[in-house]
């Protein structure tokens, strides 16, 4: 049985469907999941909703997060302005392995325009499921945190 999170988890309109739909793989498996938002397809800005997650995650309220827009590029620059966040862009199975294994990534984020939905639930799967492999990597993690401050 694999580990249960808690996750918080946002999007702009651009994201908001694949955000559903993650949300509801992530119940069905027992995750713990808070939806900071939006809670509609309308013309809306990233920063609002992806700010409130991407501090959650670092106040250690929650242990992962999830972002989501269209391209998933002004998530991840929004995310990883918050102090002791390691948010990566990911847009295949290996790129999400790294994202954790290498790089220990606290928050995942997936653009709606760039992966089927399928691809995308997938990803979120592997992101979760993969440890941080420690080792070399850890000094250049130290490096990026002595970096914010």
């Known amino acids: 049985m694999s580990k249960k999170f808690s996750i918080a988890i946002g999007s702009d309109h651009a994201g908001f469907a694949y955000k559903g739909k993650i949300v509801e793989m992530l119940l069905a498996e027992g995750h713990t999941v ?56 990911c847009w295949n199975e290996q790129v999400a392995t790294w994202n954790r294994s290498h790089n220990d990534a606290n928050v995942l984020s997936l653009g709606e325009r760039t992966v089927s939905v399928d691809e995308a639930l997938h990803i979120v799967k592997v992101w979760l499921e993969t440890e941080f492999e420690g080792g070399r990597h850890i000094r250049r993690i130290e490096k990026i945190e002595r970096s914010m401050g």
């Open 34 to 89: 808070k939806d900071m938002g939006t809670y509609t397809d309308a013309s809306c800005d990233y920063p609002d909703f992806i700010f409130p997650v991407a501090k959650a995650v670092a106040d250690g309220e929650f242990e992962r997060g999830i972002v989501l827009g269209g391209s998933g590029n002004g998530e991840a620059i929004t995310a990883n302005r918050v102090p002791g966040v390691r948010c990566g862009l």
